[in-house]
């Protein structure tokens, strides 16, 4: 369990489903995290679609907040975000995350993404770290513009409508002792 000034970034539970599915069932959100169809969405695409990519993650953590609690006490659940290594040889860390409409613009998506980059890169020694945007989606834009993770940042626009970032450390700067 993580924990970063407002936020403590746990391990995923089966009771969790109920608020994944919920930010899923919004159509902006789902429009902004799938190239698909927007459709409302439940147990299959679960099964087939997000189990198996939290299966696939190396690092997949439900963000939930410090100050507000559910009745059981625990932190309430704003979203989620994961971290897939594809290929451990290349070093390169994939990004996805999101956040339930009543937890976005108020800075817990930057908070949540700066612990996991940094952590991507200091605990899991990876060069590189990417994600892909899509198309009008400005405040993943913005959030990962000011990031200043202390690496490069770089964007390109690829195929369909994805602007593809990746973060690259600086190798020089990690060999000497910098970060
Ligand atoms: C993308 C997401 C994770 C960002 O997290 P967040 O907590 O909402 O973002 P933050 O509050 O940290 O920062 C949002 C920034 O975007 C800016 N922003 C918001 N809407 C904007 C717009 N239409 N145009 C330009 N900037 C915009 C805000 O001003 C803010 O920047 P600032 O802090 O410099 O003012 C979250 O909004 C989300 O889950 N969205 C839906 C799913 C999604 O898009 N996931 C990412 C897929 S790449």
Redesign the pocket.
């Known amino acids: 369990m993580f924990e970063t000034d407002r936020l403590i970034l746990r391990a995923f539970r089966e009771s969790d489903w109920e608020y994944i599915l919920k930010?899923w069932n919004n159509p902006?959100?789902q429009r902004?995290?799938w190239l698909d169809y927007v459709t409302p969405r439940g147990d299959k695409f679960v099964k087939d679609v997000l189990k198996p990519g939290m299966e696939n993650a190396t690092l997949y953590v439900i963000i939930t907040s410090k100050d507000k609690r559910q009745a059981n006490g625990e932190g309430e659940v704003m979203?989620y975000c994961e971290m897939a290594i594809a290929n451990p040889k290349n070093r390169e860390g994939h990004l996805?995350?999101?956040?339930?409409?009543e937890?976005?613009?108020?800075?817990?998506?930057?908070?949540?993404?700066r612990f996991v980059v940094d952590h991507g890169f200091r605990e899991f020694q990876l060069h590189r770290m990417s994600?892909?945007?899509?198309e009008g989606?400005?405040?993943?834009?913005?959030?990962?513009t000011?990031m200043q993770v202390p690496k490069f940042a770089e964007f390109w626009i690829c195929a369909n409508d994805i602007a593809w970032l990746r973060f690259t450390v600086d190798l020089k700067r990690r060999a000497g002792g910098g970060r």
């Open positions: 930010l902006t959100t902004f995290l979203g996805e995350i999101g956040l339930l409409p937890w976005q613009g108020m800075g817990y998506g930057t908070e949540a993404l994600l892909g945007v899509l989606n400005a405040a993943a834009r913005a959030v990962y000011k």
